[in-house]
């Protein structure tokens, strides 16, 4: 069983940064797709970012692409993917979720690829 945790959420004012990073608790014999997804207070989760397995092809929704990026890690053994966030915005408050795909490639944000999921991690923006 994969498990998937995240990290870095915290306080930020608006225009700050923060990095979130997701990693797998045990070794897997290949990297794969990993994506963000963050959910605010009575409602349903929204994919923000993708990367594939190889970390060659990334993809951002309209509210975050040109302010976060995706990064990863492949020689650790925990596969690390990092989220930059830069210029963060109020209304980038919300809790964030890291979750993992059977595979390399990543098929939009549609989250029944995504196998394994992580607790979430806040990210408050204050003005």
């Known amino acids: 069983q994969v498990h998937v945790a995240e990290s870095g959420g915290g306080s930020v004012q608006a225009g700050g940064s923060l990095r979130l990073s997701c990693e797998v608790s045990?070794?897997?014999?290949?990297?794969?797709?990993t994506g963000w997804f963050r959910q605010y207070p009575n409602k349903g989760r929204e994919g923000i970012a993708t990367i594939s397995g190889t970390g060659w092809q990334t993809r951002y929704s309209d509210d975050v692409n040109g302010r976060f990026t995706l990064t990863r890690d492949n020689v650790n053994a925990k596969h690390t993917v990092y989220l930059q966030m830069d210029s963060l915005k109020p209304e980038d408050s919300a809790i964030y979720y890291c979750?993992?795909?059977?595979?390399?490639?990543?098929?939009?944000?549609?989250?029944?690829?995504?196998?394994?999921w992580g607790q979430g991690t806040q990210v408050t923006v204050s003005t």
């Open positions: 979750a993992r795909a059977g595979g390399n490639y990543c098929s939009g944000f549609g989250e029944r690829q995504f196998r394994w």
């Open positions: 045990e070794w897997t014999r290949d990297p794969t797709c």
